[in-house]
């Protein structure tokens, strides 16, 4: 009997190849000072491999790139329109969508649309882009996922779920007619990628209609979340990826959606609904600041790309190899004893720099600090999850740092080899030996809304 199957590589092979280049150790240093040790700010041809995010980032197959040219390019009625809305339809179920250039030009609408000054968003947990759309429409965006979701060696199944009785409780203090919408974010990004429940999923669901508000998903990672819900819950090992998702979409009055994720497309998103009255509202609004409702502000090859990516996103055997490989590059670290956030999620590895860096305090930004760190010491590009990006400042300009310090590993999808990746570990297990050295950072620029974009920081001596 064998016991151990081997392991099965990705499903996929290479047509072609992008050259990638590690700049010298002193050109890093010069490079990433002159951003004001900021990343984002970085040339990507100055980074060697970009883990920076999984947005947009992905590999396309050879199928999406013989639909992008195979279909007309037209401003009303192109036959991509027509691919996408029968892919959106069959997979997700709903009635209506918008196109649209990216994940939040989908929430700008959701929330000009349906929200008014003074009222609340809960949601398991906001990213960072739905929890500025908000607060640009004056409103308050809340969370309520559950508290082991911040207890980053806790492994349970579904870390990602909300809090059912905080949400229930909130919506009966501040009553239903504040909260003109219920969002749930699959996977949860903002909390390391960590999946919900079916269950939990459909007890929001019941708690949305109880006190008649609507119920949209942030469904950038449906898949992923899909393919945790097939491993994890009970009852779901048998079902089909698309039986597991049309039941997900099932619960829900509508989503948004990112393509950059999930459509494996390098741009594009969706705004769907089965809500008539909300659609034509949606529609109204997307003409103005996006273009004309079979385009939505994308060139109709982009729609063609993301029809096709959406039904190889559902691919078992796709999914399987995404999931397999977040696990080796989760393993490497763990044996080499880098702290990360346990179980890894959907699309990416989160290095806790509170216990790779305990010596930097919060408002020394340790995430930061790591993320800039690790591009010196190897080019490879992460990205800060911590108090720089959901940090806050008080009335009284004192600074609240956020729950967790993380740096993000984000993997793109169909991009790197296993082989990229055990460049990264050894590179962060080298560092981890020495990381007494690494210093603080001081902020000494930030914008109010998505500061981390655009802060600049100082080494600390
Ligand atoms: C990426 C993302 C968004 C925003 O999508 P963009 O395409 O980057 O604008 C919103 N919510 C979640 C959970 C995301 O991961």
């Known amino acids: 009997m064998n016991e151990n199957p081997p392991k099965l590589p990705e499903p996929f092979k290479t047509k072609m190849v992008e050259k990638i280049t590690l700049r010298s150790r002193e050109e890093r240093e010069e490079l990433v000072e002159k951003t004001g040790y900021n990343v984002f700010m970085l040339r990507a041809e100055d980074v060697f491999i970009d883990l920076l995010t999984d947005s947009g980032t992905s590999a396309m197959s050879d199928r999406q790139w013989a639909g992008m040219i195979e279909t007309t390019q037209a401003y009303a009625g192109s036959q ?3 691919s996408l809305e029968k892919a959106m339809k069959d997979i997700f179920g709903f009635k209506y969508l918008v196109p649209v250039h990216q994940g939040r030009a989908a929430e700008n609408i959701l929330f000009s649309t349906i929200v008014s000054p003074g009222c609340y968003i809960p949601n398991n947990t906001h990213f960072d882009t739905t929890e500025a759309n908000i ?20 492994v349970m199944p579904f870390k990602g779920n909300m809090d059912i009785k905080k949400l229930e409780n909130f919506i009966r203090e501040k009553t239903p007619e504040k909260i003109p919408l219920i969002m749930i974010t699959v996977t949860n990004n903002s909390i390391g990628g960590q999946p919900v429940s079916m269950r939990n999923i459909k007890e929001v669901s019941r708690i949305a209609k109880k006190y008649g508000i609507p119920f949209f998903m942030d469904a950038c990672r449906f898949a992923e979340n899909c393919y945790f819900i097939k491993q994890r819950e009970n009852g779901y090992r048998n079902k089909t990826m698309k039986e597991i998702t049309r039941e997900l979409f099932s619960y829900a009055d509508g989503c948004t959606f990112s393509g950059k994720k999930e459509a494996l497309t390098n741009i594009g998103g969706m705004l769907c609904t089965n809500n008539k009255e909300l659609y034509e509202k949606f529609r109204n609004l997307t003409i103005v600041i996006e273009g004309f409702v079979t385009y939505g502000g994308l060139a109709c090859r982009e729609l063609e790309a993301m029809a096709r990516g959406l039904y190889e996103v559902l691919d078992e055997d796709y999914q399987a190899y995404r999931h397999r490989q977040i696990e080796y590059l989760a393993k490497l670290l763990r044996d080499g004893d880098v702290p990360i956030v346990e179980p890894p999620g959907g699309h990416a590895i989160f290095v806790e ?6 010596h930097i305090p919060p408002e020394q930004f340790p995430a930061q600090a790591l993320t800039v760190q ?6 490879v590009r992460a990205v800060e999850i911590g108090s720089s990006c959901f940090g806050k400042v008080d009335k009284m300009g004192r600074f609240i740092p956020a729950k967790m310090e993380l740096m993000r590993l984000a993997i793109p999808r169909r991009t790197y080899t296993d082989n990229h990746l055990r460049y990264v570990a050894e590179c962060l297990i080298r560092m981890y030996k020495k990381r007494k050295q690494i210093r603080g950072l001081r902020r000494v620029l930030t914008a109010e809304l998505l500061g981390h974009f655009t802060a600049r920081f100082e080494q600390i001596n």
Not at 139 to 149: H, K, L, M, Q, T
Not at 353 to 358: G, H, N, Q, R, V
């Open 135 to 154: 607060m640009r429409n004056k409103s308050v965006p809340v969370n309520f996922v559950i508290e082991d979701a911040y207890n980053s060696t806790k």
């Open 353 to 358: 720099a509170k216990k790779f860096l305990p």
């Open 80 to 82: 991509s329109y027509y």
């Open 374 to 379: 690790l591009y010196i010491e190897s080019g």
